[in-house]
């Protein structure tokens, strides 16, 4: 009783020579616990899984995207500091292969970008503690964990106009209702008519979050008149769309000024580095695993949950003159 104890975690009645020796026996003979067996008798697996839909039939390979690989990186660290396990896994949007995880056996659910259509259903049929990251589903029956988008799109767009561009163009993957994107086009249209622009739809240039689509877009953008800078809603979209630009001849920021969103790695990578939105992907990963947690623990976490964001100032971004 005593070794089972200290092995589950419950040490209070067992001195510090007990413990030493007990972890001395377990390392002697290599034992490690056998973690199905201890899921059938207590009802808990310390399972979480982490569900990524393909919401783009450009984004198929699952940490493609450098966004995933560090939310991703920061809610395993939160669980496993937690003595919770991960277990990840893409799905597509339509719902396929979720009924394949019910043989996980997990304690609950967090699942990235989901909308309002058949993998939602299914979810909320599987009766999980599940929190959603980066969803604009209202249910009580989920909890959520996002950012701001309109705010901080109206804050971005604002930056550049402050910097005297009149002319602005917005790069973006695909709109989606009720999805991140389509609040940070309301974000951009809202700084528009605040600051008194016409807004244009021409300049909304949408097509996949892709460092490809950024290098296709830049000749797009070159082909609008009267406009000096982009806002990309996301980092890897403006990677592509500096180096597409490159391509084209333009100097950012002298003929082009471009901003990003997110504040991965990349935008410290490319050239310039990238003027951006951080969001603090790594921190939001490991405050959805810590939530999650919490859930688990019934330590009645908030419902919906937001995150802060602000502006990180490099060197694509160039005042305008208004010669």
């Known amino acids: 009783m005593t070794v089972s104890n200290v092995i589950n975690g419950r040490r209070a009645k067992a001195s510090d020579e007990t413990v030493e020796r007990i972890k001395a026996a377990i390392e002697t003979l290599g034992y ?14 310390r399972m979480v899984g982490v569900l990524i839909p393909f919401t783009e039939d450009q984004n198929q390979l699952l940490l493609n995207n450098p966004f995933y690989a560090e939310i991703v990186s920061g809610i395993e660290s939160a669980l496993r500091e937690a003595g919770y396990y991960m277990m990840l896994s893409g799905v597509r949007a339509d719902g396929g292969r979720l009924e394949t995880l019910q043989s996980w056996n997990m304690d609950a659910l967090i699942v990235l970008g989901v909308y309002k259509e058949r993998l939602y259903e299914e979810l909320k049929a599987h009766d999980l503690p599940t929190l959603l990251i980066d969803s ?19 804050r971005a767009t604002r930056y550049l106009i402050e910097k005297g561009h009149r002319g602005v163009a917005l790069v973006t993957g695909v709109i989606r209702t009720d999805g991140v994107i389509e609040r940070r086009v309301a974000g951009y249209r809202r700084t528009l008519e605040e600051a008194g622009i016409a807004f244009d739809p021409a300049r909304i240039l949408s097509g996949s979050v892709t460092f490809d689509w950024g290098v296709a877009a830049a000749e797009q953008l070159a082909a609008l008149p009267e406009t000096t800078a982009a806002f990309c809603t996301a980092d890897l979209i403006a990677a592509g769309l500096l180096a597409g630009l490159h391509r084209l001849g333009k100097r950012i920021p002298e003929d082009y000024s471009v901003m990003g969103f997110d504040n991965l790695p990349i935008s410290r990578m490319v050239y310039p580095a990238l003027t951006t939105v951080d969001q603090s992907i790594l ?5 959805a695993g810590k939530l999650i947690t919490d859930i688990l623990g019934k330590n009645d976490p908030p419902r919906e949950s937001l995150i802060d964001f602000a502006i990180v100032e490099r060197d694509s971004v160039a005042i305008r003159s208004r010669s």
């Open 136 to 154: 604009y589903i209202d249910d009580p029956h989920f909890y959520r964990l996002g950012v701001d988008d309109e705010a901080a799109a109206y």
């Open 32 to 45: 490690t616990p056998n973690l199905s067996a201890r899921s059938l008798v207590s009802k808990a697996s």
């Open 283 to 287: 921190g939001k990963g490991q405050l």
